[in-house]
């Protein structure tokens, strides 16, 4: 039976660049889930035609959403939802599902790299048929819904069972439990040259892939153990748990510790990499050496004549503002097109949509391709094991190669976290004021070319947006400073900094960026502002 529940309206539900995100007890507050199930399907007409995918990273109160996205797609007359068995689908897999299958779109259910278990974040992604998130004019239409909802109508049927595959009702929708590993490992197949990689990692060559106890173990088990045939045990922490066994299913130096530690010891393996909670982010680590992001985007561009899908040639290269420079050299290099776009994937899909780049990147451990509208950890790793198996260098003699041949922009982010969102805004709107001053203004041995704050003209959607302060100087070296846009603690400052070395290209960034880490928390007023002497994280 469908009933309607009136309800009234939460004003926290506008989505932000990885869609609605906030802590577990906010998520769990009631009717929060359904007004804003309620408030999605009230933007979609024809919901009897629409077919979706349903899953997540497999986080705390996933299992419990999905029974309520089932009933409440129920009861709005959805036609049929596409299940992930058990509930799992990462990001990237549910991308690929959405478009292979010609879905109308698909709720996906993760926050990311963020905490799990009851204490953690919970999120929810709204993708469309494009395989990528809802655009701006659709989440502002979701948002203008959830202010005014008054009711929301939910089936009484009970759970269901998400763990066998197979096809069930709940009311008239049709309910199918999928495999959410096939349609993805077949695109992967379609890429690359498996053959190569199975050679690579059934040899000496020692591998490790992290799936820091999020939803890319089960993807990783089979596509490194069961069919490249790395040894039994290569995955680590391939149980997708909803707390992420205690972890922070972030991979970067700071939170994949454990591999990073094994990466640096006696022991190291040749090759290492971890994925986020829900597989989009991916970091890389050779023995005894780290790809830094920015880095990692313009090797692999680079070398994207060694992969079978991309040797006849590839579109173009975008990276985010905040990302370092290192990609436009090759791109400029290599004669392709190079795009500089504010944080947020959407930028990159409206560049990929329109067939102006194939590749695309951020620092934070994001690296992605045309092959889906989301970025892809394990596309990543996968890139990154067929340069190895096709030049027998290793991590290292690769990024040293590179950095002889373009030089190297040693890269460091600095966040500032837990910041009060006024004192944050504050900062921001006088750092603002004072950028046309600081040119010419020296800085130690550095001295400002120019300053400005960044704006994208989208060349598809005719808008502009404005992401950040840029702040340039003479030797090459940048500074970007914007707040976060996914942060569920107070407001976070990021400052991202760069400097471009021809010569002393083997360094400790620590110590090459020292002295710049010091200029940016000079020209931001971050300490005087937050009486933060240093950043909380570095990465
Ligand atoms: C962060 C990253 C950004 C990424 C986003 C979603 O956003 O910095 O590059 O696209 O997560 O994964 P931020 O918190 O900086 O807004
Ligand atoms: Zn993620």
């Not at 009933?71 to 478009?99: D, E, F, M, R, W």
């Not at 391939?238 to 991979?251: I, N, Q, W, Y």
Request: hydrophobic share 35%; glycine share 8%; with cysteine.
């Amino acid at each position: 039976m469908i009933e309607t529940i009136a309800t009234n309206p939460y004003t926290d539900q506008k989505m932000g660049t990885a869609g609605l995100r906030k802590k577990i007890a906010i998520a769990m507050q009631p009717n929060y889930i359904e007004n804003f199930l309620q408030s999605i399907f009230n933007t979609i007409p024809n919901l009897e035609e629409k077919s979706f995918l349903v899953g997540g990273d497999g986080r705390y109160f996933n299992k419990t959403a999905i029974q309520k996205i089932i009933k409440i797609a129920a009861a709005n007359h959805v036609k049929k939802l596409y299940i992930g068995q058990n509930g799992l689908v990462s990001t990237p897999a549910g991308s690929c599902i959405i478009l292979k299958n010609k879905l109308d779109g698909g709720l996906i259910l993760t926050a990311s790299h963020n905490p799990g278990g009851i204490n953690g974040d919970f999120g929810l992604k709204y993708s469309t048929s494009t395989g990528g998130q809802c655009q701006p004019h659709e989440s502002q239409a979701i948002l203008e819904q959830t202010l005014k909802i008054k009711e929301y109508k939910i089936s009484d049927s009970p759970d269901l069972d998400l763990s066998h595959l197979g096809v069930f009702h709940c009311e008239e929708t049709e309910i199918e439990v999928i495999d959410p590993y096939t349609d993805y490992i077949k695109m992967m197949e379609g890429i690359f040259d498996f053959n190569q990689l199975h050679s690579l990692l059934t040899s000496e060559f020692r591998f490790v892939f992290d799936a820091m106890n999020g939803v890319t173990g089960p993807y990783a088990k089979r596509i490194f153990e069961e069919i490249l045939g790395a040894p039994q045990g290569s995955v680590l922490n391939a149980t997708p748990k909803e707390d992420f066994g205690g972890l922070h299913p972030d991979p970067n130096l700071i939170y994949a510790k454990t591999l990073v530690d094994l990466m640096y010891s006696d022991n190291a393996p040749d090759f290492s990499a971890a994925n986020d909670g829900d597989g989009d982010r991916n970091m890389i680590l050779g023995s005894h050496f780290f790809i830094c992001p920015s880095d990692s985007l313009a090797i692999l561009t680079d070398n994207y004549r060694l992969i079978p899908a991309y040797k006849d040639g590839i579109y173009g290269v975008a990276k985010s503002a905040a990302t370092s420079m290192a990609v436009k050299r090759v791109a400029d290099t290599l004669k392709i097109g190079f795009y500089e776009v504010p944080t947020g994937w959407k930028y990159f899909v409206n560049l990929m949509d329109s067939k102006r780049i194939t590749f695309c990147g951020e620092e934070s451990f994001g690296t992605g391709a045309a092959h889906i509208r989301e970025k892809d950890g394990i596309w990543a790793v996968l890139f990154w094991l067929s340069i190895i198996a096709a030049t027998h260098k290793t991590v290292k003699q690769i990024a040293l190669e590179h950095w002889q041949k373009y030089g190297r922009s040693y890269f460091l982010r600095n966040d500032f976290e837990g910041i009060e969102q006024s004192v944050a805004d504050k900062l921001m709107s006088e750092l603002e004021q004072r950028l046309p001053q600081l040119s010419n203004k020296q800085f130690g041995r550095f001295t400002v070319s120019t300053a400005y704050p960044f704006v994208y003209n989208d060349p598809v959607d005719n808008t502009s947006t404005q992401n950040g302060l840029i702040v340039h100087f003479t030797d090459g070296s940048r500074i970007v400073y914007r707040l976060s846009g996914t942060g569920t603690n107070g407001a976070t400052l990021r400052t991202y900094i760069e400097r471009y070395v021809t010569g002393d290209i083997d360094e400790d960034p620590n110590k090459m960026l020292q002295e710049l880490c010091a200029v940016s928390r000079e020209i931001s007023n971050v300490t005087a502002l937050t009486g933060k002497e240093q950043p909380d994280i570095i990465t």
